[in-house]
C-alpha cells in the first residue's frame, strides 16, 4: 500500500512540474513537540521547521501566521464582524466578550535561526521576522522555536467546546509560517476567512490526557501504543495517564486536529490504498453517521474517476465544526444533521481536497477556485448520489443571478478578505465560481472541458496554479481562445442576457433576431423543436474564440457565422415554415446563467410581422 501511495504521489509531481518549469515552490518541514493542558485549555510546544529557499530570490525577513491572536477583544478579525454590514451569525460581537481565560494566543518564548537569536515583532496575527543571515537562493535554514498557546471558546473554525460538545477543534493552532511565492509574501491578517500555505512535511507529537481520542492530517504513527480505535490490539489506560500521538504527513500545507473523550471511530475502505475515518460522538448521532458512511466512499470513488486521483491512503471526516471546513486529509464538519445534510457538507469539505488540499490555489485571493470549483464538484457527486431531474448547478446559477439583481456584486478579482459583505464574498466565492465552470463546460463543450479538468488536476496538483494556468490548459484541450471569458467573467461584474427580439415568417422559412441586452458576450446554443418532433440547434460562436466547441448534444446542429460582440443584434434564417416550429429557445442546457431566461424562449408567435431585410443583421 505505501509502494502504490509513494508512485502515485510521484506521478502527480513529476505531472506537475511540468505544467510550468519556472513555478518553483518553497518548502517546509515542520517537527513539533507539544504539551497540552486541558484543565487550563493551553499547551506549550516546540517547534523545528526546516525551510528551503526555492526561489530565485534572496530573503532577509520571514513572516509566520499566528491565528490563534485573532480570538482577542479589539483584533482585526472582532473589529472586521462588528462593522461590517452581515456579519458571520457565528461571530458577531462574540470575540469582543471573551474573558482573559476565553481569549486565544499565540505566544513566542524563542526563536533561533541556524541556532542563533532572532529579533522578531508581533503584530496581530503575523510574527514578523528579521533574519540574522539572509536566506539565499537554493539554501535550507532550521528555525528553532518554543511556543505556548491557549485555546479560545470555539467561535470560528478554531477552539474548545463548540455548540454540539467537542472539547477540542484544533485548526490554525500552531505558528505556521507564511508563504512567498512569484508575487512575493502573502502575509495577510487573519479576519476568518481563507488561507495559504507552503507545501511541507509534517512530523507532530502532542501529549494529552490518555482519555482523549485524537483525529486530523496524517497518519498515526503509534497506533498499537495508542488504542481508541485505531489498533485491532486491545490498549487500556489508566485515569491520569497521559499518551503522545505521533502524526506524520507528507506533502501537505497545513495540520489539523480535534481531541474528545467520547468520539466513536469508524474505518472504511474506498479501495486497498484508502482508508476513510470517521470520528463522531458515541450517541443519537450513531446512526446518522453510520448512513453518511458508505455514501462518503461512493463520493470518493466519483471524485477519483472524474477529477483525477486523490493520492494519500488516508482521509478523516471529524465532527467539530462550526459548519464545515477543509484541511489536508481531514476536515471539521457539525455532526448533528440530518442524512442529507451530514452528506452534503461532507461531500463539500472533502472535495475540497482535490482544488484546495492538492491543487493549494492561493485561496485568499481565488476564493473562487477553490469553493466555486468545489461547490461544482460537489453538485456533480451529489446528482450521482441522489439522482433527479433537477438541473445539478441551479441552485448555483440561481444564487449568482440573485446576487447580480441585488446590485452588491463584486468581481471574482476582490481578494476574500475585501469583499464589502459576507455576502458578496460567499456568492462570489461559491455560486459564481462554480458558474464560471458550468458556463466553460457550455463555451468549451462537455466532453473537452471534462478532459481540461482532469488535465488540469494532474498537471498542476502541489504548485499552487493561478487562474491563467487554468485558463492555459482549457486552451490546449478546446483549441479555443479563452481570454475574453476570464476577462469578463472573472474581471468585471458583467452580466450575461440574451434575447429573442423577432421571430419571423418568409414564405418557407422563418427569420429569428436575437439581442444582446447585457454587457457579457456569449456563443450561442439556440435550440429549435418542430411539430415532427425534430429538434436542431442553431450554434452562433464568439468571433473572439477563434473556433468553434465540438459537442453533440442535440440530433442535429447547424453552425452559424460568427457574432462579433460590438454587434447588439444578430440574425439567422431557419430552413422550415412558420407553422412548422413549435418552440426556440436559447440555451436550454442552462449552463449559460442568463439574468433574464423569460426572453430567452419564444413560445407563442406571432400571425405576421413586417419581412425581416437581409440574412444576418448584427
Known amino acids: ?84 454590514a452581515d456579519p458571520d451569525p457565528r461571530v458577531k460581537d462574540r470575540i469582543s466578550k471573551l474573558s482573559p481565560q476565553e481569549i486565544g494566543y499565540e505566544r513566542i518564548g524563542s526563536l533561533k535561526q541556524n ?136 506533502d501537505v500545507h497545513d495540520f489539523v486536529w480535534a481531541a474528545h473523550k467520547n468520539y466513536k471511530h469508524d474505518i472504511m475502505k474506498v479501495d486497498d490504498n484508502l482508508d476513510l475515518h470517521f470520528f463522531y460522538q458515541s450517541d443519537s448521532l450513531a446512526a446518522v453517521w453510520k448512513q453518511m458512511e458508505p455514501l462518503a466512499v461512493k463520493a470518493f470513488k466519483i471524485m477519483n474517476e472524474t477529477f483525477g486521483r486523490y493520492p494519500y491512503k488516508q482521509y478523516s471526516i471529524i465532527q467539530g465544526g462550526d ?100 455576502r458578496a464574498y460567499s456568492v462570489a466565492s461559491y455560486s459564481k465560481g462554480a458558474v464560471f465552470l458550468n458556463q466553460l463546460s457550455y463555451i468549451m463543450g462537455e466532453a473537452d472541458f471534462m478532459k481540461g479538468m482532469k488535465r488540469y488536476f494532474n498537471e498542476w496538483a502541489f504548485k499552487h496554479p493561478n487562474p491563467t494556468d487554468l485558463k492555459r490548459i482549457m486552451e490546449k484541450v478546446s483549441g479555443l481562445e479563452l481570454d475574453w471569458y476570464w476577462e469578463d467573467f472573472v474581471g468585471t461584474t458583467r452580466f450575461i442576457d440574451y434575447g429573442i427580439k423577432e421571430v419571423v415568417s418568409e414564405g418557407n422559412n422563418t427569420q429569428v433576431v436575437l439581442e444582446r441586452i447585457g454587457l457579457m458576450p456569449m456563443p450561442l446554443d439556440v435550440v429549435v423543436n418542430y411539430k415532427d418532433g425534430s429538434q436542431e440547434c442553431f450554434y452562433i460562436p464568439l468571433e473572439t474564440m477563434r473556433g468553434e466547441k465540438k459537442e453533440n448534444r442535440y440530433t442535429k446542429t447547424s453552425q452559424l457565422s460568427d457574432w462579433g460582440w460590438t454587434y447588439p443584434e444578430y440574425g439567422f434564417a431557419i430552413s422550415k415554415p412558420f407553422d412548422q416550429i413549435i418552440r426556440i429557445e436559447i440555451d436550454p442546457s442552462k449552463r449559460m446563467a442568463d439574468i433574464n431566461p423569460e426572453n430567452n424562449v419564444y413560445p407563442s408567435l406571432p400571425k405576421s410581422t413586417p419581412r425581416l431585410q437581409g440574412d444576418l443583421v448584427k
Open 1 to 84: 500500500m505505501k509502494q502504490t501511495f509513494l508512485l502515485c504521489l510521484m506521478a502527480l509531481v513529476a505531472a506537475s512540474s511540468m505544467a510550468q518549469s519556472d513555478r518553483w515552490q518553497q518548502r517546509a518541514k515542520y517537527e513539533m513537540k507539544v504539551d497540552f493542558d486541558a484543565a487550563k485549555h493551553q499547551y506549550k510546544g516546540t517547534q523545528k521547521l526546516t525551510y528551503t529557499n526555492n526561489s530565485p530570490d534572496t530573503l532577509t525577513k520571514v513572516f509566520y501566521h499566528l491565528y490563534l491572536n485573532a480570538f482577542q477583544p479589539g483584533s482585526l478579525m472582532d473589529v472586521r464582524s462588528r462593522t461590517i
Open 115 to 250: 541556532g542563533k537569536p532572532l529579533k522578531y515583532h508581533v503584530q496581530g496575527t503575523i510574527l514578523e521576522v528579521t533574519l540574522n543571515e539572509p536566506i539565499l537562493p537554493k539554501t535550507k535554514h532550521v528555525f528553532d522555536m518554543e511556543f505556548e498557546a491557549q485555546v479560545p471558546v470555539q467561535i470560528r473554525r478554531t477552539g474548545r467546546d463548540n455548540k454540539e460538545g467537542i472539547e477540542y477543534s484544533m485548526a490554525q493552532w500552531y505558528p505556521k509560517m507564511s508563504e512567498y511565492d512569484y508575487e512575493g509574501w502573502h502575509a495577510n491578517p487573519y479576519i476568518g476567512r481563507e488561507f495559504h500555505g507552503i507545501w511541507g512535511d509534517f512530523d507532530v507529537k502532542i501529549n494529552i490526557d490518555a482519555a482523549y481520542v485524537l483525529a486530523g492530517t496524517g497518519y498515526l504513527q503509534n497506533p498499537d501504543q495508542i488504542g481508541h480505535g485505531y489498533s485491532k490490539k486491545a490498549v487500556k489506560h489508566k485515569v491520569g495517564d497521559r499518551l503522545t500521538w505521533h502524526f506524520v504527513a507528507p
Open 323 to 422: 459548519g464545515g471546513m477543509e484541511y489536508p486529509m481531514a476536515t471539521l464538519i457539525t455532526g448533528r444533521q440530518t442524512l442529507p445534510g451530514l452528506i452534503s457538507v461532507t461531500v463539500h469539505e472533502l472535495i475540497h481536497s482535490w482544488f484546495q488540499g492538492l491543487l493549494g490555489t492561493n485561496e485568499s485571493k481565488y476564493s473562487w477556485m477553490d469553493e466555486g470549483f468545489t461547490s461544482f464538484a460537489q453538485n456533480i457527486v451529489m446528482s450521482e448520489l441522489f439522482p433527479s431531474k433537477n438541473d445539478p448547478q441551479g441552485r448555483s446559477t440561481q444564487g449568482y443571478i440573485n446576487l447580480v439583481k441585488s446590485g452588491d456584486e463584486e468581481p471574482l478579482t476582490t481578494h476574500a478578505d475585501h469583499y464589502h459583505t459576507n
